[in-house]
């Protein structure tokens, strides 16, 4: 593939993750670089996490939100897998991403920023 192609799908990657379609962006990033999450098992966590945020945004049931807070915790990867800051990076994201679901109104907790479009930003860069 041309590299004006591959610019192209990595911007849609990035659209799709600012959109807030983690699915969309994670499924992208495979087709254009099958093994990017196998060298980078922390970004591949930290979209899942980024991905229950964007569920709890969107008020997704207690039964989706259950689900996908215990495959988060099944599929942290191990400090094997990453470089100390990449794990601490992860161990934050989840952290701050399960916390939400303490809140019955998360948008306006102590824990908003995490709601913040920005994130999706920081995610993407």
Avoid at 5 to 28: F, I, W
Avoid at 109 to 117: G, I
């Amino acid at each position: 593939s041309t590299p004006s192609y591959q610019l192209e799908q990595r911007t849609k990657v990035v659209q799709l993750l600012e959109g807030g379609d983690v699915e969309g962006c994670m499924s992208a990033s495979l087709r254009l670089a099958p093994e990017v999450f196998k060298r980078n098992p922390s970004l591949r966590f930290m979209l899942q996490c980024q991905g229950l945020v964007e569920q709890v945004r969107t008020g997704q049931s207690l039964e989706t939100l259950t689900a996908t807070h215990l495959r988060l915790c099944n599929d942290m990867p191990s400090d094997d897998d990453m470089s100390n800051s990449s794990t601490t990076a992860a161990a934050s994201r989840l952290q701050e991403a399960l916390s939400l679901l303490a809140f019955k109104d998360p948008e306006s907790s102590p824990m908003a920023y995490v709601l913040d479009h920005e994130r999706r930003t920081e995610l993407s860069d």
